[in-house]
């Protein structure tokens, strides 16, 4: 009895180690809300070796002003003109981004995955990879 007793708090002990562990290392945490602002060049995005992106930006599609690319990295955004509220949702539907951007260009740093994000009032699903 003893030794069950003593088995299942050391299980219990290890699956909040590793419950803790997890936790520090997701990115998709509420307080990783992060967005770069990349000053420099506007004409093109200075692109990692291991970046396996065209290097060509999506135009956001009704929203003439905005275009975004997704790497493995994250998502970089541009910005032409005037402000533009940003929302990122994982695949879960977790809100990991929500603010206005103004203009300029960005980086939303992610995981590899498919993200939604809704520009203004428009929604696109963007894939990370």
Known sequence: M????????LCVSVAGLNAQITSKGDSHN?????????EGNQNGWVKGDNDVSSGISTPALGNENVSFNATSEGIYVTINKGTNKIKLFALTGQLLLDGDLKQGRFFIPTRTGI???????????????
């Open 2 to 9: 003893i030794r069950i007793f003593t088995l299942l708090i």
């Open 30 to 38: 509420t307080n990783q809300n992060v967005v770069i602002k990349i």
């Open 115 to 129: 993200y939604f994000m809704k520009i203004n009032n428009k929604s696109y699903k963007v894939i990370c990879r």
